[in-house]
């Protein structure tokens, strides 16, 4: 039996960091464990412009603990008026890593999203030029598309023309639902990959409904039936290097998860790889968490893998605190519903 696993440092390849006092509180449950993250640009009003992600940069470098070695992989949000020479030029002097496609109304401080595909062709066009990944929010939003829907009928009728379109745009499907999701990503020769969530992994929807309402167990995209955590599962355990991490950790209050009308996100940053490691010892593939949380992701983002490693040890561990208390108030960590036995002890 395994007890100690030691992993190159993982990297964190979807994270909502926030900004203000929810970020000073999050950012330190972040950096303990992962060295990069790939940072969500939704902030109220969203990272926009080159100059935008400029001061969000600087914000959260001033906010990383003393000591932490931790780099911020900054997003722009596509909106139908991005300049596609603004983009160009964050790309080239190194300061971003991605842009970021909401359809807008999708979900949370999205309304700046992308309505008309066809005004953002140009962007994208240019993105394939010189190789910039676009991480995709993979949902429609048309009304009479039903929500546990919204992830396959975007494939088809978003996703895949974009792609066919612009066959060179380097795609990366954020946090999958789906078995269909999984499977477009593994029917792609190139330049599709996928990242999963921790959360997705463990819940599916019974879980958010049956025997009563679980707002922290509410997100987008939101968990689907049973057989589709199976595929994921199936996925992130295969070792199939076009699946990844990204925890979407997607801090709320508690006041606005507990509401007639509860904010989507699970915040997963502080005990995401405890989960994992359970996760995958379950499924007899803890030899396959690191390509998963540590060399999948820097692989298709063309960047190197940490150089530092994470030791995590079996038994023994502490419970972990319910909620992080934060200055705009408590925020609930995701309980996987299981007692966590895994640690990180180095
Ligand atoms: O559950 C989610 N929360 N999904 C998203 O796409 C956005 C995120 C957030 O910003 O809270
Ligand atoms: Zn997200």
Known sequence: MTNQITLTRPDDWHLHLRDGAMLNAVLPETTRHFARAIIMPNLVPPVVTSADADAYKARIMEAVPEGADFTPLMTLYLTEDTDADDVAAAHASGLISAVKLY?????????SGVADFDKVRGVLER???IG???????EVTDADIDIFDREAVFIDRVLDP????????????EHITTSDGADY???????LAATITTHHLVINRNDILVGGIKPHYYCLPVAKRESHRLALRAAATSGDTRFFLGTDSAP???????????CAGCF???????????????????????GFTSLHGPAFYRLKP???????TKGGAAPMPEKLITAEGEVTLFDPGFELQWQVTA
């Open 162 to 173: 974009i792609r066919r379109k612009t066959p060179d745009l380097r795609v990366v499907m």
């Open 185 to 191: 990503v593994k029917s792609a020769s190139k330049n």
């Open 132 to 138: 910039l990944p676009l991480c995709v929010h993979g």
């Open 103 to 111: 359809p807008a109304g999708a979900t949370t401080n999205s309304a």
């Open 127 to 129: 993105m394939a030029e």
């Open 306 to 312: 940490n150089t530092t490693k994470l030791t995590m």
């Open 252 to 262: 709320h209050t508690d006041p606005n998860k507990l509401s007639a009308c509860g």
């Open 268 to 290: 997963t940053a502080p005990n995401t790889m405890p989960i994992l490691a359970h996760v995958f010892e379950d499924d007899g593939a803890l030899d396959k968490l690191e």
